[in-house]
């Protein structure tokens, strides 16, 4: 059993920005891979990065490729999410989530554990 609890949100200008991170419990939390979601108001929940659970494979979407950067401390347990150069596109609920296994997934359906999500919001 995982339960991850995201925290950084909060409310920035375009162009800034802000980091999230994701704290998970559990001794075996080395052995998830790791997304990040976001759900904008009125659409889908949707991948925003993924991370395998040596860290050495990510996933971008391509709406923040060069803008996002996803990394993890196993020893800490902590997942983060460092958003740079924010638009106002970027205003959702982002949510932590966690699958079994070493690799990868873009599909919510693949993974077994949320966060309860935390609210990004970028003013223009």
């Known amino acids: 059993q995982v339960q991850l609890v995201e925290s950084g949100g909060g409310l920035v200008q375009a162009g800034g920005s802000l980091r999230l991170s994701c704290a998970a419990s559990g001794r075996t939390f080395s052995t998830y891979a790791t997304g990040w979601f976001r759900r904008a108001p009125g659409k889908e929940r949707e991948i925003v990065a993924a991370?395998?659970?040596?860290?050495?494979?990510?996933y971008y979407a391509d709406s923040v490729k060069g803008r996002f950067t996803i990394s993890r401390d196993n020893a800490k347990n902590t997942v983060y999410l460092q958003m740079s150069n924010l638009k106002p596109e970027d205003t959702a609920v982002y949510y932590c989530?966690?699958?079994?296994?070493?690799?990868?997934?873009?599909?919510?359906?693949?993974?077994?554990?949320w966060g309860q999500g935390t609210q990004v919001t970028v003013s223009s």
């Open positions: 991370i395998s659970w040596s860290g050495y494979n990510t």
């Open positions: 989530a966690a699958k079994r296994g070493p690799n990868i997934a873009v599909a919510r359906t693949s993974y077994d554990y």
